[in-house]
C-alpha cells in the first residue's frame, strides 16, 4: 500500500507557467511534510515543508497548499524557470523524526 | 553547510558477492538512514540508527544489515548480493532537517 502518492509521474510546463505537483497520504497521524527537489546525479535536497498545524507554506517562488481534512498537499512553483526542471519528491512523516515516507516523485520539466 | 559523504559512488558487484557501503558525515547528527531509491518507487528506508552501536530495522531491511561503529559512520552490507538489489542507495542523517548523501549506483550482474 503506498503509504504516500503522488498523482503524477511526470509534468511539463511553459517557462513562466505555474506548475502544480499534487501529494496525497493515508495516515492522518502524520504532521510533517517536506518537498524535495533531485537533480540527475544528485541526492534529493530539501525545498520547502509544511507541518499539518497550517494550511498554507510560502518561500519565495514555493508555496505548499495543505489539506488535512482531505489528506492531501499541492506544490506551487510560480513563475517556473528551466532550472527548475527536476524531480520532485512530496514526503511525509512525524515531526523531529527523520524517518519518511516518500512518494514516488514527479519528473518536472520546464519548456523554455 | 551539512556534509553526507558515501562511498563508493558506484559499484558493479557479482551476484553471491558480499558488498559493503559506506558513509561519513560531518554534521554531529544522531540520526543516520539509508534509502533505496528505485525508478517508480521513490525512496524506501532500508535501516536507520539514532546512536553508535545501535541499528534499527526500516521498511524494506530483508537482504541487508547495517553497521553505526561511530556517531559519524554508517554503513549499508549485502551479505549476499542479488540482482533485485540493483538499485541507488542514499545515505542520509537528520536533525530536524535530513540531509543526503549524492546517492552509490549499485549494479549486480
Known amino acids: 500500500q503506498q503509504q504516500v502518492r503522488q498523482s503524477s509521474q511526470s509534468l511539463t510546463v511553459w517557462e513562466g507557467e505555474t506548475a502544480i505537483l499534487n501529494c496525497s497520504y493515508e495516515?492522518?497521524?502524520?504532521?510533517?511534510f517536506p518537498w524535495y527537489q533531485q537533480f540527475p546525479g544528485e541526492g534529493p535536497a530539501l525545498l520547502i515543508a509544511?507541518?499539518?498545524?497550517?494550511d498554507k507554506k510560502e518561500d519565495g517562488r514555493f508555496t505548499i497548499f495543505f489539506n488535512k481534512r482531505e489528506k492531501n498537499l499541492s506544490l506551487h512553483i510560480k513563475d517556473s524557470q528551466p532550472g527548475d526542471s527536476a524531480t520532485y519528491f512530496c514526503?511525509?512523516?512525524?515531526?523531529?523524526?527523520?524517518?519518511?515516507?516518500f512518494g514516488q516523485g514527479t519528473k518536472l520539466s520546464i519548456k523554455p | 553547510e551539512a556534509a553526507v559523504t558515501q562511498s563508493p559512488r558506484s559499484k558493479v558487484a557479482v551476484t553471491g558477492g558480499k558488498v559493503t557501503l559506506s558513509c561519513h558525515q560531518t554534521?554531529?547528527?544522531?540520526?543516520m538512514y539509508w534509502y533505496r531509491q528505485d525508478t517508480g518507487h521513490g525512496l524506501r528506508l532500508i535501516h536507520y540508527?539514532?546512536?553508535?552501536?545501535?541499528?534499527e530495522k526500516g521498511d524494506i531491511p530483508d537482504g541487508y544489515k547495517a553497521s553505526r561503529p561511530s556517531q559519524e559512520n554508517f554503513s549499508l552490507i549485502l551479505e549476499l548480493a542479488s540482482l533485485s538489489q540493483t538499485a541507488v542507495y542514499f545515505c542520509?542523517?537528520?536533525?530536524?532537517?535530513?540531509?543526503f548523501g549524492k546517492g552509490t549506483r549499485l549494479t549486480v550482474v
Open positions: 514526503a511525509a512523516t512525524f515531526y523531529n523524526q527523520g524517518k519518511l515516507i
Open positions: 509544511i507541518r499539518s498545524v497550517s
Open positions: 540508527s539514532y546512536v553508535a552501536d545501535s541499528t
Open positions: 542520509a542523517s537528520s536533525d530536524r532537517e535530513v540531509f
Open positions: 495516515n492522518s497521524a502524520f504532521d510533517y
Open positions: 554534521n554531529n547528527h544522531d540520526y
